[in-house]
């Protein structure tokens, strides 16, 4: 596995864990792919030819900014290689409070954001485009 800059096309070839399935129509399209690098500020996990994950932050302004990741469905021998990437990349972005929000029934996703540091800060509801709860986690530095 190797981690590269985040290119939009890596969304493409990304097949998607059930949990995040609701974003394939988000994914296709152009501009949402573009958007999430306006900054510069993203990473893509890749194992040969297959894309593992996308991530990476988007500023709200100085000190604030949303951390984002999707993945495929079939992360488990490289799991700890993505995390310990995550990890080295929110260390060094230097945002005091870095956002994300999660599925509230995504249960390995909200154990993922507590070993990434992040902390619980409420529910909020019908978060997603297709109505789901998500949960508001914040990591401060």
Known sequence: MIVVPYQPHH????????????????????EYQKSLDITGKAFTAIDGETVLAC??????????????AI???DLKR?????????????????FPRV???????FGCAQRWM?????????????Y???????TRFARIR
């Open 11 to 30: 969304l493409e070839s990304l097949l998607l864990q059930p949990n995040q399935a609701y974003m394939r129509s988000l994914m296709t399209n152009p």
């Open 55 to 68: 991530a990476g932050i988007v500023p709200f302004w100085e000190g604030r900014a949303e951390a984002w």
């Open 71 to 73: 993945m495929s469905h």
């Open 78 to 94: 490289h799991f700890l290689l993505i995390h310990r990437a995550t990890e080295r990349f929110l260390d060094a972005c230097g």
């Open 99 to 105: 956002e994300a929000n999660v599925d509230a029934n």
């Open 114 to 126: 507590d070993m990434l540091g992040f902390v619980s800060e409420g529910l909020m509801h019908k």
């Open 128 to 134: 997603t485009p297709d109505g789901r709860d998500c």
